[in-house]
Nanobody, 115 residues
Framework: QLQLVESGGGLVQPGGSLRLSCAASETIIRSDTWAWYRQAPGKQRELVALLSKDTTDYLDNVKGRFAISRDDAKDTGYLQMNSLKPEDTAVYYC??????????WGQGTQVTVSS
């Protein structure tokens, strides 16, 4: 069973940056779709960023600040987060949907934006 292991969360001041990583335990190919979700306390999980082949899509309030990417040679997905705001505070989850439409989730990593 494919596993996803996340890293890179933490505490950062407003305006700061973090890069989240999500490493897969099996080989990832270009047709697999990466996504990042987040869930803040008391709120529903929401889709933050999506990368399907060369097409990206973002939640409106992270556009221009976040960037999703992948390195297929390392079987890893990334979420670069810049100009972080307190409202970005949440648990972030990576998600991978394979060419067989199997969906896998990372364990989640806490991102806290606070001064």
């Amino acid at each position: 069973q494919l596993q996803l292991v996340e890293s890179g969360g933490g505490l950062v001041q407003p305006g700061g940056s973090l890069r989240l990583s999500c490493a897969a335990s099996e080989t990832i190919i270009r047709s697999d779709t990466w996504a990042w979700y987040r869930q803040a306390p008391g709120k529903q999980r929401e889709l933050v960023a999506l990368l399907s082949k060369d097409t990206t899509d973002y939640l409106d309030n992270v556009k221009g600040r976040f960037a999703i990417s992948r390195d297929d040679a390392k079987d890893t997905g990334y979420l670069q987060m810049n100009s972080l705001k307190p409202e970005d505070t949440a648990v972030y989850y990576c998600n991978l949907v394979t060419r067989y439409f199997n969906s896998y989730w990372g364990q989640g990593t806490q991102v806290t934006v606070s001064s």
